[in-house]
């Protein structure tokens, strides 16, 4: 029902910004909760953050205050807005998007993905 596709992805140091977008197509973008996830080579498929329908915005703890999620209705995208970047946040980020709110945090909770993007921060 929509597609994902996420860019912004690259390769930083320590201490560098990133803004990644999403940009959905073929669905009802302002209806569904967003969010996005990253996974690290060898390991599970993380929360980041979420924005609802609505703009409400949670985030995960290991990246509050340093990231920023938005959306566009408009352009029926997506944003993370990504300061301070350390090795931690080396990952393969992933949009999704989702009809639901309760498990936010959760992968399952979302029906639709993107192919990611890698972004590699060095020391």
């Known amino acids: 029902q929509v597609q994902l596709a996420e860019s912004g992805g690259g390769l930083v140091q320590a201490g560098d910004s990133l803004k990644l977008a999403c940009a959905a197509s073929?669905?009802?973008?302002?209806?569904?909760?967003m969010a996005w996830f990253r996974q690290a080579q060898g390991s599970e498929r993380l929360f980041v953050s979420t924005?609802?329908?609505?703009?409400?915005?949670w985030y995960d703890a290991s990246v509050k205050g340093r990231f920023t999620i938005s959306r566009d209705n408009a352009k029926s995208t997506v944003y993370l807005e990504m300061h301070n970047l350390n090795s931690d946040d080396t990952a393969v980020y992933y949009c999704?998007?989702?009809?639901?709110?309760?498990?936010?945090?959760?992968?399952?909770?979302?029906?639709?993905w993107g192919q990611g993007t890698q972004v590699n921060v060095s020391s």
């Open positions: 073929g669905g009802s973008f302002r209806n569904y909760n």
């Open positions: 999704a998007a989702g009809s639901h709110s309760l498990w936010y945090t959760r992968p399952d909770n979302y029906d639709y």
């Open positions: 924005i609802s329908r609505s703009g409400g915005t």
